[in-house]
């Protein structure tokens, strides 16, 4: 058989010549390059979720609740005790990680003849799922601090005036977060050019300094907030993400969602996961102890670091970013090359993870300044 590449089918002209998105992984000792929890989950986690699922298991000859209604009542009653903002259960929708939420908003607000836009360099799924469900995509201007360039992002919303604006906050990759007046300014900015859906993703948001933006909710009903469990949770292989949002946009997307989306495993195992929030939380402290070391040693050795609010740190500059990444790899420490110029990106591991990538970077600074 003749080799046949992607470029050679019949798909969307929009698709042609994109990469999938994925990060490299490499066996090595030391893996710091993809934001992942370093904690695995506790055992006493681990035997409840064996419950739970064990409870599952006698009803997999019927579909799970397709509304997921107690998940989304707990995850509701997690998102109030952490943030002191009253959450409710029509507040909230559930799906197969963050990605799949913003799928579901931009297959519901989106899609072709729409457009979204994001400031780069973030989150790249933001582009990547727009293009696949057809909205196009317009990249929005940030400083060289990569802090947002409020009145650059007011003006290219007032040009293009586009039906879905993202906001990452903390922003991946950069670290940095977004203060509470931009995301304000931006949300009015967007009603203004036309009636617009913000989404604000809070990904990281368990590690910031800062609050919650959930409180903006209130009285703006195209205001959204998306989270996920694959992070502060130590939950990435779960693929569990949620919104919250005026009930009429928890009614909206589930126009698009897939019938019984959330399997019963799935739903089984978020629920015991909320029942530890209390251990988890106390991982993300430790995490953001380590975050802020990192910041502080790459700072003594050299290196400039981007303000982190999340659990990794983005530092540089490097007059070759990819050689620089070799190197830190060569001893057996794998950090992630984005394909921003001058910059590496690390996830905060365990204490001795981070010691290992210390070391590593403080060897390629003496290097570079013999």
């Known amino acids: ?165 993202f906001i990452t906050t903390p922003n991946n990759p950069t670290g940095n977060a977004v203060p509470p007046e931009t995301v304000l300014a931006l949300y009015e900015a967007a009603q203004a050019a036309k009636p617009s859906m913000v989404v604000v993703d809070e990904a990281y948001i368990e590690f910031s300094h800062g609050a919650s933006l959930l409180p903006l909710l209130d009285g703006r009903p195209n205001l959204v907030v998306s989270r996920t469990m694959s992070k502060a949770f130590g939950a990435a292989g779960l693929r569990l993400g949620y919104l919250a949002a005026h009930p009429a946009v928890v009614d909206a997307v589930q126009l698009v969602r897939l019938p019984y989306h959330l399997s019963a495993v799935t739903q089984a195992t978020a629920l015991a996961a909320l029942e530890h929030t209390g251990t988890l939380l106390g991982y993300v402290e430790q995490l953001k102890a380590e975050r802020d070391r990192l910041v502080t040693e790459l700072r003594a050795t050299g290196y400039e670091v981007v303000d982190s609010d999340a659990n990794f740190v983005q530092f540089g500059r490097f007059e070759d970013s990819h050689t620089a990444w070799q190197k830190i790899l060569d001893q057996g420490v794998l950090v992630r090359d984005n394909g921003i110029p001058g910059w590496l990106r690390v996830s905060a591991g365990t204490p001795e993870e981070n010691d290992a990538f210390l070391d590593a970077v403080r060897a390629l600074k003496k290097e570079q300044s013999s």
């Open 1 to 165: 058989m003749s080799d046949v590449r992607i470029d050679d089918l019949p798909v969307r002209d929009e698709l042609r010549g994109k990469s999938p998105y994925g990060a490299p992984q490499l066996d090595v000792p030391v893996r710091l390059n993809t934001n992942e929890n370093p904690y695995p989950l506790p055992e006493p986690l681990v035997e409840r979720i064996t419950e739970r699922v064990r409870e599952a298991a006698r009803n997999l000859n019927r579909y799970p609740d397709r509304d997921a209604v107690e998940l989304r009542t707990k995850l509701a009653e997690y998102l109030t005790d952490t943030s002191g903002h009253e959450v409710g259960v029509a507040n909230v929708w559930a799906a197969n990680g963050s990605n799949e939420v913003i799928q579901q908003l931009l297959q519901t607000f989106g899609g072709p003849g729409r457009t979204a836009i994001g400031f780069e360099p973030s989150y790249s799924m933001h582009a990547l799922i727009s293009r696949g469900t057809g909205t196009g995509w317009i990249s929005g201007p940030r400083g060289d601090d990569f802090t947002i360039d409020l009145a650059a992002a007011e003006q290219a919303i007032a040009e293009h005036r586009p039906d879905v604006v």
